[in-house]
């Protein structure tokens, strides 16, 4: 299902039944060598081959081996130990969602640390920003070229020779500084919603950060809506499952569906990063990507969509659409998307740490509630009731959720949920959902209905708020697996022999490319 489509500004230019197992010698050699920028001491790599993290990589240190590790602090700890070996350079991210609109800011790909950051419009002479001021020399005497783009790249062949391989992008900071004053004090609140569905505060407030900017009125040109992004018609479909109408533009009512979603996805890859990539690009696409992870011989779920998301975006990159059948829609900002929002869970961190936390409470109405009764009872401004309730215009209709910085009781039934310790039945049943074996395949083939539907009767007799969403989220992803074309493409994806064929001629040309390019810095070297 796509959820949304990225609205990131440019990609960065980088420098740098069962798949069958047989390949030719020659193909096998390439794709080593493509692997080779992928850091071998956190990934155990033979040829083009992964297999699962060290003991080291992805688990607690031995200090906290005798405390029991959650599925989704195992989870999560293993997702970063994959971030900071495939895409070390995720750090980077959290420099151009905060540096304010309108500059070009460089970073090392090796480690993600911000280098210079250039005005878009100015002379770069004289105008830029180095954060590492040992390469503040590297433009004197040059000529910079005039187009943008030339000079992007000009300045990152310069950069590298200085600091290795780096990456860049435009800044996009200024969403996130204007909403962080408003909704920023609400972090805290959502980050324990998001928790209680088993979805770690800082990558599922990464992904809300990214999206929207915590902005719950943002649309996009897609006619996405809201604290997530959502498309319009996914709120509208997930309403048909809810027993409560679901107020799309209120945060605080959208993050459990948010979280619950997300909740549901990374329980069912095993893993956070192809269930945020499914956010963006689409279970097929993401769906694709494992199985071309896996024919390029990695085992492990996060090296599988690490491995096939990076050999479909360097096929997308080659002259014409000749291997449009290997990676179809799936496309550079599709690549990104996982690695901005770990990059961004340092930002919901520092936010969090860096200004007051205010405690938001929920009450269920059970009859419309006008605005002017809202601020004659509570003595609260109608902007700082709508700071709560963004939706709000001149009244809260019945049967909704009215939020404020206490609770009411004349206003209705106290639903907050994540300000209570949760209840014990809801918490058995979580994290025996979140214990479930992964497996994309699995979970769409409709013989494991039966088990989706024993955990929605589950949740659901937990009589909770939380059950409760998680039984209608549950029920939306049944519908779109269930009545989707997904399964059937990705079955044909996986048998197509031309596919394959595909892969190993990509994987030649991939790597022809880079021995033309390495013979000729060896060649100006030298001369």
């Not at 897609?222 to 048909?240: E, I, P, S, T, Y």
């Not at 929002?341 to 929920?362: K, T, W, Y």
């Not at 206003?411 to 014990?424: I, K, M, Y």
Request: net charge positive; with cysteine.
């Amino acid at each position: 299902m796509n959820l949304t489509r990225l609205r990131s500004g440019q990609a960065p230019r980088l420098r740098a039944g069962r798949a069958p197992r047989l390949r030719s010698a020659h193909v096998l050699l390439v794709a080593a060598a493509l692997a080779a920028a992928i850091p071998v001491g956190a990934w155990s790599l033979g040829p083009w081959r992964a297999s699962t993290p060290p003991v080291s990589a992805a688990r607690p240190e031995p200090a906290r081996a005798a405390t029991p590790v959650s599925p989704v602090e195992a989870r999560r700890q293993a997702d970063f130990a994959a971030m900071q070996a495939f895409r070390p350079d995720y750090p980077f991210w959290r420099h151009v969602f905060t540096l304010h609109d309108g500059s070009i800011a460089f970073g090392s790909a090796a480690d993600g640390r911000l280098l210079a950051t250039f005005p878009a419009k100015g002379d770069w002479t004289r105008h830029a920003v180095w954060s590492d001021p040992a390469l503040a020399s590297i433009l004197e005497g040059q000529h910079l070229a005039r187009r943008l783009s030339d000079r992007r790249d000009q300045v990152a062949a310069l950069l590298e020779q200085a600091a290795g391989p780096v990456v860049h992008n435009a800044t996009r900071g200024d969403a996130l500084r204007i909403n962080a004053r408003r909704y920023g004090p609400f972090l805290s609140e959502w980050g324990a919603i998001y928790e209680r569905f088993g979805v770690p505060a800082d990558i599922g407030l990464a992904q809300v950060i990214f999206e929207s900017g915590m902005n719950a009125t943002k649309r996009s040109q897609a006619n996405a809506v809201g604290f997530c992004q959502w498309l319009q018609n996914n709120w509208k479909r997930l309403n048909d499952f809810s027993p409560l109408p679901i107020e799309g533009r209120n945060q605080t009512t959208q993050a459990p569906y948010c979280a619950a979603y997300l909740s549901v996805l990374a329980t069912k890859y095993g893993s956070f990063i192809p269930a945020l990539s499914e956010h963006n690009a689409g279970g097929t696409n993401v769906g694709r990507t494992l199985i071309t992870g896996e024919y390029l011989g990695a085992g492990e779920v996060r090296a599988r969509y690490l491995m096939g998301s990076r050999l479909a975006r360097d096929l997308r990159a080659l002259p014409g659409r000749k291997y449009e059948d290997v990676y179809h829609t799936y496309g550079p900002r599709s690549y990104l998307y996982a690695e901005m929002v770990f990059g961004n869970s340092f930002n919901v961190r520092d936010l969090i740490a860096s200004m007051p936390q205010e405690p938001i409470h929920a009450m269920r109405t059970t009859r419309a509630i006008s605005l002017a009764e809202v601020t004659a009872r509570t003595g609260l401004s109608a902007d700082e009731v709508r700071r709560y309730n963004p939706a709000l215009s001149d009244r809260v209709p019945a049967r909704s959720t009215l939020y404020l910085p206490r609770d009411v009781a004349d206003f209705g039934a106290d639903v907050a949920f994540w300000r209570r310790p949760p209840d014990a039945a809801y918490s058995a049943v979580l994290d025996a959902f979140m214990r479930l074996d992964a497996g994309a395949e699995r979970w769409d083939d409709p013989s494991f209905a039966p088990v989706l539907t024993e955990f929605r009767r589950r949740f659901r007799e937990t009589n909770t708020e939380e059950g409760a969403v998680m039984d209608t989220v549950l029920s939306y992803v049944m519908d779109q697996a269930y009545t989707s074309s997904r399964r059937s493409l990705l079955f044909q994806f996986r048998s197509d022999e031309r596919v394959r064929q595909l892969i190993d001629r990509g994987l030649v040309e991939l790597g022809a490319g880079r021995d033309r390019q390495a013979a000729l810095r060896l060649a100006s070297a030298t001369n």
